[in-house]
C-alpha cells in the first residue's frame, strides 16, 4: 500500500521538478506574470505541455527568457508576441483568433450550421412531394380485373 501512494506522490509532484527556484524573480507580482505566461506557452520540444509543466532545456530556456523581458519592462502581450515571432502561432496553446486562423475556428459552427440547413431543407423537401393518386382503372382493365376474380 505505501509504494502505491509513494508512486501517486510522485507522479502528482513531477510537473513541481519543471520550475528551478534559481529561474524565480524576487519580484511576486512579475513571478505571478510570469507563472501565467509559462502555462500559456507550448514547449516546442514537448508539443503537448506547457513551458510551466515542461522539464526539456527549450522549456527551461523559454521560463528563463520570459522572466528576462517582464524583468526588463516587456508586457505580457510583448512576450507572447516575441514567441510569436519566433516560433509562430503554433507556440501558443491557445492560438489567437486572427488572419488566417479565423476559418479553422470558424469552420466548427460552421459545419453544423451547414448539415442543419441541409436537414431541414432536405424534410421540407419531402413533405412537400404529393402522394401518389390511386390509378383509376378504365372500364375494360376493370372487367378485365372482375372476370381474373372469378376464375
Known amino acids: 500500500m ?3 501512494i509513494s508512486l501517486v506522490l510522485l507522479l502528482l509532484a513531477s510537473p513541481l521538478w519543471a520550475m528551478d527556484p534559481s529561474e524565480m524573480l524576487q519580484d511576486p507580482a512579475l513571478e505571478a506574470r510570469a507563472r501565467v505566461i509559462d502555462h ?3 514547449c516546442v520540444v514537448c508539443q503537448s505541455e506547457s513551458v510551466a509543466s515542461s522539464n526539456a532545456n ?3 530556456d523559454a521560463r528563463r527568457t520570459v522572466r528576462e523581458l517582464l524583468d526588463g519592462g516587456a508586457s505580457d502581450d510583448d512576450v507572447m508576441d516575441f514567441f510569436v515571432a519566433r516560433y509562430g502561432e503554433f507556440v501558443l496553446m491557445s492560438p489567437r483568433v486572427s488572419g488566417s486562423n479565423w476559418l479553422l475556428w470558424a469552420a466548427g459552427p460552421l459545419m453544423l450550421l451547414t448539415g442543419l ?3 431541414i431543407g432536405y424534410i421540407r ?3 412537400k412531394l404529393t402522394s401518389p393518386q390511386e390509378a383509376v382503372l378504365s372500364e375494360a382493365e376493370a372487367a378485365r380485373l372482375r372476370e381474373i376474380m372469378k376464375e
Open 117 to 119: 440547413g441541409l436537414g
Open 40 to 42: 500559456e506557452l507550448r
Open 125 to 127: 423537401g419531402r413533405s
Open 58 to 60: 527549450w522549456a527551461e
Open 2 to 4: 505505501i509504494p502505491r
